[in-house]
C-alpha cells in the first residue's frame, strides 16, 4: 500500500480537526490559511482513504456523574491459552460487540490484550467479565486495575509540525 502524500496543509487540518472538529469549513479554512472549497475538498479526501476516522463527542465524565453516576472505569489485562491468528480476531470481535468496552489493543510481550472498561457499577462489570471472559474457554487470565482518577484523557495523534 503507498502511503498517503500529506502536505502542510493536510497535517494542519488534521491538527485543528483533532482539537475541535466542531469548527465550521469557514473557520476551519481560515486556521489552514487555504480557501472554503479547497479545505471542504481536501477534508473529503482525508476522509475518502480512511485517514479521518469519524468525529466524536468527548462527554465530561464529572459533569455527567451528577445524572448517572460515576461509573467504574478499569484497565484490564487479558491472556489467552490459545494465540493463533483466529483465536485473536474471535477475541477481538467478541469485545468489540460491547458497549463497555472502550478501547482494545493486541499487546506484546506480556498479556495479549489490554482493554479500557466503563462499567455503571461493580455489579455492571461483573456480569462485563461473565459474558467476556468466563463463558470464553480461551481466556486464560484476566487481571483488572480500577481508576481512582483520571488524570488526563484524549486521542489526539502526534502530528509533524511541518513537512
Known amino acids: 500500500m503507498n502511503p498517503l502524500a500529506l502536505d502542510t496543509t493536510d497535517l494542519l487540518l488534521l491538527g485543528q480537526l483533532q482539537s475541535d472538529s466542531s469548527l465550521s469549513n469557514q473557520a476551519l479554512a481560515e486556521r489552514a490559511h487555504v480557501s472554503p472549497p479547497t ?4 477534508i473529503k479526501r482525508l476522509k475518502d482513504v480512511g485517514l479521518i476516522e469519524r468525529e466524536i ?12 453516576g460515576h461509573g467504574l472505569t478499569a484497565v484490564v489485562e487479558i491472556t489467552l491459552d490459545r494465540q493463533d491468528q483466529g483465536a485473536l480476531e474471535a477475541f477481538e470481535k467478541r469485545v468489540a460487540n460491547e458497549d463497555a468496552v472502550q478501547q482494545c489493543y ?18 455492571d462489570y461483573l456480569a462485563l467479565t461473565q459474558r467476556l471472559f468466563t463463558a470464553d474457554a480461551n481466556v486464560r487470565n484476566v487481571k483488572s486495575f480500577f481508576s481512582v482518577k483520571r488524570s488526563k484523557f484524549g ?8 513537512l
Open 57 to 68: 463527542a468527548v462527554l465530561s465524565t464529572d459533569t455527567l456523574a451528577s445524572s448517572i
Open 106 to 123: 493486541r499487546v506484546s510481550p506480556g498479556p495479549d490484550f489490554c482493554l479500557v472498561v466503563h462499567a455503571a457499577d461493580m455489579p
Open 39 to 42: 479545505c471542504l475538498r481536501r
Open 155 to 162: 486521542a489526539r495523534v502526534p502530528l509533524p509540525a511541518a
